[in-house]
């Protein structure tokens, strides 16, 4: 990435931090503390830069778009909580750190992620209610679209618990199709979603909506399938991923199929080019 596209990635993180630390910090008791170490403790925030960016490329106010940004990495930490719990991945580090149940309890844990989940709603309307802020009928279309985001995202979730213990030699057969549909909830319907959400704030019509979220899915499986390489040699025993069932060789050349299309519809769109940049910069980091 270019180092003017360098600067506008971390303006876009310096504003989105800023609006989830004024969303979060009056939050009280420990629900409160666990909502901000799991939020605040880090993080690209590549999902609330894509519905900043999205929004500027097709003519909207950047500004209007910010509280938007943030429930989008709310709905994202609040499923990062979720997902590291024992009774579903069992993971006891997160970014480097405690996962949020290690340091304040699993029924705390808990709380945080559904009250992350709320307030990332309630963010997210706030700015209908803004005379500067986006029309009141495309704040429902948000809420609409990070509704049915989350959705899929717990839907596959409960696919990735179900293929657990997949092997050649199981009774359970698991193909492609299978696989990616897996990644189409889990990881891209949060990806498209935040696409969406920065169109709509621009008040951008159907068309370039779809645009945005056939980007999203696209990055969306190129940014998983990236993800699932990097983890390869440190998979737990029993996990399924793309990588694990069809091996480095085949993951690869996805891999850079989807990047591919992300970058062939990103030249689609006005001002491309850091979308452009932002494929190779999700897939490579």
């Known amino acids: 990435m270019n180092s003017k596209h360098e600067k506008r990635l ?32 880090g993080g690209k ?11 500027k490329a097709f ?3 950047v500004a209007k ?5 943030a429930a989008v990495e709310m709905i994202q930490s609040f499923s990062l909580i979720h997902d590291d719990l024992p009774c579903m991945d069992n993971d006891d580090f997160r970014r480097g750190k405690p996962s ?29 209610f803004s005379p500067a802020g986006i029309k ?4 429902m279309s948000v809420v609409s679209a990070l509704s049915n985001a989350t959705m899929e995202m717990i839907k596959g979730q409960q696919l990735d618990m179900d293929f657990e213990g997949y092997s050649e030699d199981s009774d359970k057969k698991i193909d492609e199709d299978d696989i990616i549909n897996m990644y189409n909830r889990k990881t891209c319907a949060l990806i498209s979603a935040a696409c969406v959400c920065g169109a709509i704030c621009a008040d951008a019509p159907d ?10 899915v696209s990055l969306g499986l190129a940014f998983q399938i990236a993800d699932d390489l990097l983890d390869l040699e440190s998979e737990k025993a029993g996990k399924t991923t793309y990588a694990t069932v069809f091996g480095v060789k085949k993951s690869r050349k ?11 519809i990103a030249a689609r769109l006005p001002k491309s080019e850091f979308l452009r940049d932002l494929v190779e910069y999700m897939t490579n980091n």
């Open 10 to 41: 971390a303006e876009y993180r310096k504003v989105i931090e800023k609006e989830l630390l004024q969303a979060l910090l009056p939050i009280e008791f420990s629900v409160g503390e666990a909502m901000r170490y799991s939020t605040l403790g």
């Open 45 to 55: 925030r590549l999902r609330g830069v894509l519905t900043l960016e999205f929004c």
């Open 59 to 61: 003519g909207g106010d």
């Open 65 to 69: 778009a910010v509280p938007v940004a």
């Open 100 to 128: 949020c149940h290690k340091q304040y309890g699993e029924a705390t844990a808990f709380l945080a992620g559904d009250a992350l989940l709320a307030n990332a709603f309630n963010t997210a309307c706030f700015t209908a």
């Open 136 to 139: 009141p009928a495309n704040a």
């Open 207 to 216: 068309s370039d909506i779809h645009l945005a979220r056939s980007y999203g």
């Open 254 to 264: 996805k891999l850079k199929e989807y990047s591919d299309m992300a970058v062939k």
